[in-house]
């Protein structure tokens, strides 16, 4: 393909009208030719407009940031020789110099747009605006990134009160075209002029309530005339604007409205939600209408290639006979399946349009073999013509996506390298996510569609509003909806789980819930909402709001009450995936854990190790935290040393536990880090209480915690500091160490330790505290008789120890980077204060991203560097890794790939993320 | 001269005897033949001995840091042709061997030393611990930097019961010899063996005043003979050892005992206090006697070629006859003066030794003319032969340096580099310091020697302890003391100024004080002291520890009470110095400074401009901080407005005085800062205070403050971060600044303003904020109808704005670094917190120096650099400059110099260092 024809200059106007309508193949030459030509005369622009359709593709798959996912699939179908409605996508970039530039179409573009519109005409042999044989069109947008229901469509564009005639006539089917025309007025007026959608839905309600209609096929051709004429009236009345009756009015509102949607307060929080740029823009696909509502032998539908819940090899999906695209999306109507294996109840396409089925299922196969990935593929059905309007890899729950994965391979489809990277690791944080382990007890409300997986606790609340509300107080809510719409987003993410009365398994709720790894059930007909009263009932219970009920996602049940979880199955899938992972992986995975618990589920997730035993946390139980305030309130060294023996007992136990269970990967275990005063109390009644406790006096007590208390804390007495001042609890950290390590090691097992001193700012502050815990170490060894492999490190976690790496690595067996502290620091920022200003920063986009979740590249990522390349120069195979949150963030993996880390630790629930995560980029790399 | 001889190693040994006794000119060429063919056979070691005198010196004043600051000098001295008693000087790196190995002298080091000792018995024709001519040794030690007193002495080394006898007969004066033996008792004892000195001093007292004794000379032969047997008897007793009879015995304790001296307490404070290395070692001078007390054609005394405390050319000294070195030091007899030019007392060593004054004059020309300085130079009369000790640069107090460099560069002897290079920069700080202005009303209690100028006010302590004791109750005292000793220097660092009875203008007290800038008074023999009681008695008055004094170390008047003082008279020759400065000056200096005091004192100390003005110490002021309290607890927009046009006011007339005052030069001002919690109380007693004056409710105020309290306040919700969620206070600042700036315009007068953002940390915040000061600067442009030449620039004080530098610098005009903020980030130290764990840190050389103090130039100077360079690369001509602590800090300043910072800016009072210390540099640049 020629990429570079770049269009939209009048001057172009001539020679793109001219190779317009000629088949590409033959004229490629031509074409770049006359291209080489103009560039002699004229300057260029970008070009914007892209074709597609069975005739003459400009665009593939590859385009994809160009031309939208929707644009590029478009492409990429007609490209395979599918029968798609042909049409053209207005580019990405045509939105973003749209949006920011003029937020409307000057001539210039109109003019290109024509020139399209004419090459329309042509392969369509229909003719825009024309009141014999109308063309129609469908505008929709089409960002990069998937966004289901997230900004705007409108379907029928192009008819008015003269080409509805002419629709009326062609087809010989009054009721169809008026039938069109309201569609066509109800969604442009929504859309482009802003009308409340919901006026003229109640009109049209009334209307049928009235006649004692049950549905919308009951209304004449002449009923819809009165009706279109009525919806017109009332949009007068309610936006003071008529409705427009030329075509090109239509067709360049609609396209403005639809670049601006891009903006539109629900599709910027999803894309918020989902940390995806801000800047990509939406790509404009304008396609010749086909229609699913031209009768029986006419139909719209859904079809997954295989079913995205359960993974099973099998078609799924839903349809409507004699209907438009937007009636099963919106779930209004209850449609038929695709493919129905129940027994009694028969009506699915294979029985309804077998050789339509038939058809489809062989495009299935071919479009799940080229894209390598379970589909999720809109099509028309008109009059017996199967045409295909969408196809994308279809959003499935994470264990359905292994199993079709490892199928697909078993299948020959996809390499094993396919399927590392078709998972995106965050989606396997819902596989670790509890599940409903017991019922028993719990009345069982009713029964919905299980249209995404997992259990879910909550308080029932009835509005997107309530659920935030309620989650600002950590309130666990449930969030019930007759349906869902976009504007519930925001509502959706503060939610465990999702009910909604009505809709399908690929109804808005449903696609959503399932994309954000959110329990939900959709569907449950049986139950009824009062939404003034906020009530909810069902067959045999009334429950209102804050009333506390139970999802089971993955079977679609409603609970009352708070039923038992369990933690999650891991199958087999799972674990082929993590030895998968590990194969491809070169940078090591370890956990952030420190209580038996803990180690143990990291090591079961895969760690390699601990990457950060925090000791301080042992000294916060609840049997330990009076013992270590005597040792802090301790007024002669005596006294301390007593204290300190009591603490060095629990510690030597808590070691030997994690050592025996982590054996034989190493464990990195940082000493005493946070300032003394974290240990005491900071109000009256808990100060007063504790000098009761300890049998103190209240006001020496409170003089003492004045006399620790700082006014920065993170910046203050803590980490190494205290041990240069005070450092009788790093020798008895180290001393209970080595004891832990001796016994472990006299009974066979095998471990490696790492002793890391935290919050070092200073070469000789290293070398003095490494010197004092290497002479603790010697003295074990000659105690238990044995040589104990304990290694000693520096937590890299300030500015200053990265900018003098060099003099550290001299003295450092390894480097952790402590990546929290480092960002607070680099940027100035107190995690603990940062509520106050950094939503700010991110809702006017002065940051990308909270740098305590995702590495910031530009500012900590360089210091990192710095010091990596400083360490490497005097020390060449230091081992370096990291311990900070962002150590199970796959974006700030692929960049501590890139520095040649050696491990990360994070979290235990998020080792397998990580592992994939880092086998993806090792992937990348080698393809680079 | 051959510096590549290496000695030490015993195959040296012949070799070097071969050419010991040699003269040096004319065997030179020999002697590199004979060098060349050792280094053929032997591994030679360093060269640890360097031989001075008449006859033979290796060494010169470029030695310095080898041979200290006595042994260069003397070797120099010698060079010139000088009567120096010959010796050698063991170098500063042998100390060094010495302390880190061995502690003491093996036996290759002492056969090098004898080898040095045949050489001195040699050229002195006596030989030592010989019964007939015996050679008596000085042992004294000499570093590199002058540290007068800090280290120990030992005279007459060599005397035992034989060689004392020998010195008898071969003097014909047995008192003679005695005297010097106890007094080579009673150092070496002291020195080496750790005897109490003072046990000595009172046995002798005590035997004194039972005779009736009024001075040493009226003790006998016979006497001394039973005080030395009564002395070696108390040493036994106290110490348990003999005291040594064998020379050589005593000459290896006494150089390792010296050696030892380097680390004695009052030595590492003295360095301490002087932030000198202490890595460097002393250097021992080992020199042939000369006695100043064979009679009264002998004497010892110490000579300044120009009046140290008036700058005045003119001898001024003071000399003993039949004395030696130490009786003057000690202060223990009141010594004449070398020129007495009262007509009644004319005791002076013009009219009592007539041919040695006009040799020590010539000499003292000589040795001024060959240093460039005044010299401070110790000598010794034996029997009318006049002996040079000790040269070296005299201490002076500023005033008197300043008269003197500019007096020499009158006569031709220096250059005006010199003067520039020749000051110590903080010693202008004494110039800076008030002194007394009205004595009217306060009692003069006492008169003694004006010893250090300057007032100084306090409370009376009687000891260092207390001294230090009140220092940190912020009260400032004035140690009072017989005479101080080495022992007493910490409690003169923490003095506002010293009084002592006893000793003359040279003595210990007056030294020291001059050397520090502390106001001295000495020698006030009217006083008495009652240590026990803590009572001091002048003849009308008795004053006990606590109350208020004030010294006059201008007059030597000591006064009842606290007096008035008055602001520095800046003279004539610190005007010079100033405009001299600016000639050689390259990098400007600016002042942070907001009150119109503060700025007068800035320009007027030769500020070209202000680099910081701090809008919020402005808010601070009782007649605002309750506005800016209403305004911060405003719950409407409206009343927040009405608060903030009140601040207006205010702000505007503030701004428009400082404009004037510093008009034409630039000035840099910083935008709110401080987040506002700052301004709020946080005690429940000021709290409900406010409370009442605000009349608002106490519980909503105490839920407002807490509501914005941070737990790390210096990470938090402040600098332009207040801005991005709060921009009505910068805009109302900008407004008040702009303003301001067009009446200064109107009213004809030059202006430029530097509107600084503080606290960035990513560059969109930046422009986002440029973008607002932007806006409301063009509205008063509209508003005055005059141009504004505003820029506007950030504060760089984070890492992470270091590291995004090349991206601000496309938005800002300029860059001004705040090193506080930047230090207290790249450390991790809270500057707030650093008192419980610096001082540690200091004293156990974690680190050299307090970053906020002087630059700390691996960790935040490599950020800087690296800043710089990324701003420079893509802005080349960005203006730079600095507004920390570290800008007015001579060692900083070389570092910014190298930086090449465009301006730095200081407290008004550091302004005159800060332009000094930066000629320096570029005088060093220029150099090298």
């Known amino acids: ?60 798959l590859e385009e994809k940031k160009l031309l ?17 409605p042909p049409g053209f996508t207005l580019t990405t970039e045509f939105c973003n110099v749209f949006l920011q530039k003029k937020q409307k179409l000057n001539e210039c573009d109109k003019k290109s747009i024509k020139q399209a519109i004419e090459h329309l005409e042509k392969v369509t042999n229909k003719k825009f605006n024309d009141k014999k044989n109308p063309l129609l069109l469908s505008v929709r947008s089409g960002a990069t990134i998937s966004m289901p229901g997230m900004m705007d469509t409108i379907l029928n564009l192009g008819l008015n009160e003269h080409t509805v005639k002419a629709l009326s006539e062609l087809c010989n089917d009054e ?26 839905e ?31 009236e009332s949009i007068l009345q309610n936006t003071g604007q008529l409705f427009p009756e030329d075509s090109w009015e239509q067709l360049w509102t609609a396209i403005s409205a639809v670049f601006k949607s891009w903006n539109n307060p629900r599709a910027v929080t999803y894309r918020k939600m989902n940390g995806e740029n801000s800047s990509d823009g939406t790509a404009v696909n304008i396609q010749s209408m086909v229609f699913g509502n031209r009768g029986n032998n006419s139909a719209t539908g859904v079809v997954f290639t295989r079913n995205p ?115 995106e690791p965050n989606s396997l944080n819902n596989l670790l996510l509890p599940s409903i382990d017991s019922k028993d007890g719990n009345t069982v409300l009713a029964k919905g569609l299980p249209a995404s997986p997992g259990g879910a606790i909550g308080k029932v609340v009835f509005s997107a509003e309530k659920a935030v509300e309620y ?100 199958d087999e899938n799972f674990f082929k995936l993590m030895n998968l992972s590990d194969k491809y992986s070169k940078l090591q995975v370890r956990a952030n854990a420190e209580t038996p618990t803990d180690v143990k589920k990291a090591k079961e997730f895969g760690a390699k190790g601990l990457g950060l035993c925090r000791t301080e946390h042992m000294f ?97 007495h803590r980490g190494c500091r205290l041990a240069i001042t005070f450092p009788e609890i790093y020798l008895m950290q180290v001393k209970a160490l080595s004891s832990a390590m001796a016994k472990i090691l006299k009974e066979g097992k095998k471990i490696q330790i790492e002793v890391m001193i935290p919050l070092v700012c200073e070469s000789k502050e290293f070398e003095i505290l490494k010197k004092l815990v290497h002479k603790e170490i010697q003295k074990s060894e000659e105690d238990f008789k044995i040589k104990l492999p304990i290694t000693i490190g520096a937590m890299i976690e300030l500015p200053r120890a990265c900018l003098l790496a060099d003099e550290l690595a001299k003295h450092a067996d390894f480097f952790s980077f402590g990546t929290n502290d480092l960002s607070q620091t680099v940027f100035g920022f107190s995690r ?74 994070c979290s235990p629930y998020r080792i397998p993320i990580a592992k994939l995560a880092i086998a993806q980029c090792n992937l990348k790399n080698k393809r680079n």
């Not at 070691?655 to 300032?675: G, H, N, Q």
């Not at 020496?700 to 006399?707: A, G, Q, R, V």
């Open 175 to 200: 009721r169809f075209a008026w039938d069109n025309y309201r569609r066509f007025i109800q969604m442009y007026s929504s859309v482009v002029m802003k009308m409340n959608s919901s006026l003229l």
């Open 1 to 60: 393909m020629n990429k570079d024809i770049r269009l939209q200059e009048p001057e172009n106007k001539k020679i793109l009208s001219s190779f317009l309508g000629l088949n590409q193949k033959k004229h490629k030459k031509n074409q770049k030719e006359k291209i080489n030509d103009m560039s002699k005369n004229i300057s260029l622009t970008k070009k914007y407009i892209y074709h597609f359709g069975p005739e003459f593709t400009e665009g593939s």
């Open 68 to 84: 939208g996912n929707k644009g590029s699939n478009l492409a990429e179908m007609s490209r395979l020789g599918l029968q798609v």
């Open 309 to 423: 819940s359960t993974g099973e090899k099998s078609l799924f999906g839903e349809f409507l006979q004699n209907a438009q695209g937007e009636d099963i999306v919106a779930g209004t109507r209850t449609p038929f399946l695709i493919v129905n294996t129940k027994q009694n109840d028969k009506k699915d396409l294979k029985t309804l349009m077998p050789s339509m089925f038939k058809e489809l299922k062989e495009l299935c196969a071919k479009l799940e073999r080229h894209y390598k990935f379970v589909q999720d593929i809109e099509f028309t059905i008109e009059q017996n013509k199967l045409w295909l309007l969408q196809t994308r890899n279809a959003k499935c729950n994470i264990q359905a996506q292994l199993k079709i994965l490892f199928d697909l391979y078993k299948e020959g489809v996809i390499t094993e390298e396919d399927i590392l990277q078709k998972i």
């Open 832 to 905: 603990d204060d940062t509520g106050k200003f950094l939503s700010s920063y991110l809702h006017e986009n002065i940051l990308d991203q909270d740098p305590f979740s995702k590495i910031d590249v530009k500012g900590v990522g360089e210091l990192m560097k710095i010091a990596i390349t400083k360490a490497r120069a005097v020390k060449k195979d230091i081992k370096i890794g990291l311990c900070g949150e962002q150590g199970g963030d796959p974006d700030s993996l692929s960049f501590f790939h890139i520095l040649g880390l050696d491990y990360v630790s």
């Open 471 to 570: 989650n600002k107080k950590s309130l666990p809510v449930i969030l019930v909806r007759a349906e869902t719409s976009p504007e519930d987003i925001n509502g959706m993410i503060h939610s465990e789980g999702i009910l909604t009365l009505r809709g399908g398994m690929t109804s808005h709720a449903a696609v959503v819930a399932r994309s954000m790894g959110r329990p939900c059930v959709v569907g449950c007909e049986s139950a009824d909402i009062d939404e003034v009263k906020k009530e909810l009932f069902f067959k045999s219970q009334l429950i209102k709001e804050g009333d506390e009920i139970t999802l089971d996602g993955s079977t679609g049940e409603i609970l009352l009450g708070a039923v038992k979880m369990k933690a999650p199955y891991l």
């Open 202 to 232: 109640v009109y049209l309600e009334d209307y049928k309530n009235q006649k004692n209609y049950f549905s919308d096929s009951e209304i004449s051709a002449e009923e819809w005339k009165q009706i279109v004429y009525q919806f017109k």
């Open 620 to 716: 916060f139980e609840s049997d330990r935290i009076n013992i270590i305030r005597k040792m802090i309130l301790s007024e002669s060294s005596e006294e301390r040393q007593t204290f300190l023996n009591q603490l060095f007992v629990m510690q030597e136990r808590d070691f030997y536990d994690i050592l025996k269970i982590m054996s034989p990967y190493p464990i990195t275990v940082r000493l005493l880090d946070p300032p003394l005063h974290e240990f005491l109390p900071h109000n009256l009644k808990d100060i007063e209480k504790l000098a009761e406790t300890l049998e103190i006096d209240k006001n020496k007590l409170i003089f003492k915690i004045k006399s620790l208390s700082e006014s920065n804390p993170m910046l203050g």
